[in-house]
């Protein structure tokens, strides 16, 4: 299984970029999948993340009302709009996927593939 990320990109504040996580498989469009990030010097932060059919879909607090979560299973691709970007939002943005038991939307731990992130950097 592989995980693609893109879609990062150097903004200013105010901005909005989309994020694309392409997952490889037929499997991909059955498990939750969520975005995470990562500042330099910081640990890796959860952002949002939803379930197979958008049922359930969760959000960090700093992010709510900005980003949006949503995925299209027919093109095996999840999506993070984020709009109204602040300098606090930049890091390498990660998507990962769920493959396995009970799941736990904001743990990084619980989630089995990863993409290779993709760089965000907004500007003041």
């Known amino acids: 299984v592989q995980l693609q990320a893109s879609g990062g990109g150097l903004v200013q504040a105010g901005d909005s970029l989309r994020l694309s996580c392409v997952g490889s498989g037929r499997m991909f469009r059955s498990w939750p999948v969520a975005w995470f990030r990562q500042a330099p010097g910081q640990e890796r932060e959860f952002v949002a993340a939803t379930n197979w059919k958008m049922s359930q879909i969760f959000y960090a607090d700093s992010v709510k009302g900005r980003f949006t979560i949503s995925r299209d299973n027919d093109r095996n691709t999840v999506y993070l709009q984020m709009n109204n970007l602040r300098p606090e939002d930049t890091a390498v943005y990660y998507c990962?996927?769920?493959?396995?038991?009970?799941?736990?939307?904001?743990?990084?731990?619980?989630?089995?593939?990863w993409g290779q992130g993709t760089q965000v950097t907004v500007s003041s």
């Open positions: 990962a996927a769920d493959t396995i038991g009970f799941w736990k939307p904001d743990t990084a731990q619980e989630y089995d593939y």
